[in-house]
């Protein structure tokens, strides 16, 4: 890991779950960010949503899913960001997302992409790849993850927020 | 589930905050618009499938075999 990639805050949810997860006042210092989550959904309901600075519109994105014997590709104009592990894969097991935001404190547009996979002792699991926009020049100051439905990250889910630097 | 956690990057601190009623409606709001797109992303992916499975039926009436078919993938 380069010695100019720097975690910046981090969260583990306890035994109570967590709706969403927000990284507010986030410094405008690095170049870009990475999220990188361990997470589990108590219920079946785990799509998951983004919002930066708590702005819901503008959102666009390209997904590429494949689940071990087939893939898809699917577009849309919202904040869609892939599907960590519900209640229906294995128990206690925890799916891995990464967000990559470039020149997140830039004045254009805000592009991101995303990786994910669950995991699943079973025949299927479904892994991402997402390419997104957010169509709003301002610079990224907060990030929230939330899921779309009824779902509730589960205890021992840990977001961390890391800053890069380009030098 | 009825709380968010939110952190201060500049202190550190994470703090659990009740949903707002506007947030719950949000929620519930997203997740009628998600579901309608959904449903129309496996439909076409759905027909995607089929057109394929025909064309490869089609394809064998023919007369070729399965690897010929294969290698026109």
């Known amino acids: 890991m380069a010695n100019t990639y720097e975690a910046i805050a981090t969260v583990t949810v306890g035994s109570g779950g967590a709706a969403d997860i927000t990284f507010s006042s986030i410094p405008a210092t690095y170049t870009d960010l990475i999220v990188k989550l361990s997470g589990r959904s108590t219920t079946s309901d785990a799509d998951m949503y983004i919002a930066f600075n708590s702005n819901t519109s503008n959102y666009s994105r390209r997904v590429l899913r494949g689940n071990g014997s087939a893939a898809s590709s699917t577009s849309g104009s919202d904040r869609y960001v892939g599907t960590i592990d519900s209640s229906g894969e294995t128990a206690s097991t925890f799916g891995n997302w990464e967000i990559y935001v470039p020149n997140y404190a830039g004045s254009n547009n805000k592009s991101y992409s995303i990786d994910s996979v669950e995991e699943n002792n079973a025949t299927q699991a479904f892994q991402y790849f997402i390419a997104g926009l957010w169509s709003n020049t301002s610079a990224i100051t907060s990030l929230k993850l939330e899921f779309i439905a009824a779902g509730t990250f589960a205890q021992y889910s840990t977001a961390t927020l890391y800053g890069i630097k380009n030098s | ?73």
Not at chain 2, 50 to 70: H, N, P, R, V, Y
Request: aromatic share 2%; net charge negative.
């Open chain 2, 1 to 73: 589930m009825s709380h968010k956690l939110i952190v201060d990057c500049s202190t550190g601190v994470t703090t659990e905050v009740e949903l707002t009623a506007e947030e719950i409606a949000q929620r519930e709001a997203d997740a009628v618009a998600f579901a309608e797109q959904k449903a129309l992303d496996d439909a076409v992916t759905q027909a995607k499938a089929d057109a394929k499975a025909s064309a490869q039926a089609k394809l064998a009436a023919l007369g070729l075999t399965a690897d010929e078919i294969a290698a026109l993938n």
